[in-house]
Nanobody
């Protein structure tokens, strides 16, 4: 059974940084895609960025140049380094694992950007 566990969320001031981690347990095939989505209050869940097993990450325009997604295949872990955070980045961040047409989600970790 696949299980995703996020960590690293919290409160940060505008302009600050946070690093989120997502550890995946279970058998992960080589053709999987891992990444991050977020959902702000009153809004729909949206893509932050994703990375395949051997590819380069792709990002939403709203986070390009500020967020960096990386993946450690040996540890079945995906990270997002978030720099220059803005109040509009406030959301619950969800880790996602996609294996062909199956999607798996973590429980979410809240990020609040506020002074």
């Amino acid at each position: 059974q696949v299980r995703l566990v996020e960590s690293g969320g919290g409160l940060v001031q505008p302009g600050g940084s946070l690093r989120l981690s997502c550890a995946v347990s279970g058998n992960i095939p080589s053709n999987s895609v891992m990444g991050w989505y977020r959902q702000a209050p009153g809004k729909e869940r949206e893509l932050v960025g994703v990375v395949s097993t051997r590819g380069s990450p792709t990002y939403a325009d709203s986070v390009k140049g500020r967020f960096t997604i990386s993946r450690d295949n040996a540890k079945n872990t995906v990270y997002v380094q978030m720099n220059s955070l803005k109040p509009e980045d406030t959301a619950v961040y969800y880790c996602n694992l996609r294996i062909t047409n199956m999607n798996y989600w973590g429980q979410g970790t809240p990020v609040t950007v506020s002074s």
